[in-house]
């Protein structure tokens, strides 16, 4: 059984707007390209969408999702208004840089957690 800890919030474990905001458009983008994100990626954009709060796993996972895909940043198409790839959409499935760092932040404070125990 895994048990999430208590020193985060529901409010704080909550997608704050921005990160919604960021989900919703990753959706549009794919709709309108046809590209960009995996199923899990698109079940991520649904779930924060829905304001769904996030376990310690997710936190994790968001976390060492967006480090694995940073890189993603320098690719060609980046951002471009009319051909937006793939990583950009996707980036934005999973939060865009509003997700990046409200998990980064959850995740540092589940470390310091980790640390007093």
């Given at each position: 059984?895994?048990i ?6 529901d ?5 704050p707007?921005?990160v919604?905001?960021a989900?919703?458009?990753?959706l549009?983008l794919?709709?309108?390209y ?33 480090a ?5 940043k ?5 951002g ?25 932040r959850?995740r540092?404070?589940?470390?310091a ?5």
């Open positions: 059984m895994f999430d800890h208590p020193s985060i919030t409010e704080e474990r909550t997608p707007d921005a919604v905001e989900a919703k458009y990753g549009e794919r709709r309108q046809g590209r960009g994100g995996t199923e899990v990626g698109l079940e991520r954009a649904r779930r924060l969408i829905a304001g769904e709060i996030v376990s310690d796993r997710d936190i994790k996972v968001m976390n060492a999702w967006f694995r895909h940073a890189v993603d320098r690719g060609k198409f980046w471009h208004p009319t051909k937006p790839s793939a990583g950009y959409i996707a980036w934005h499935l999973w939060g865009g840089d509003a997700g990046q760092e409200w998990a980064k959850l540092e404070r589940l470390k957690v980790d640390l007093r125990h």
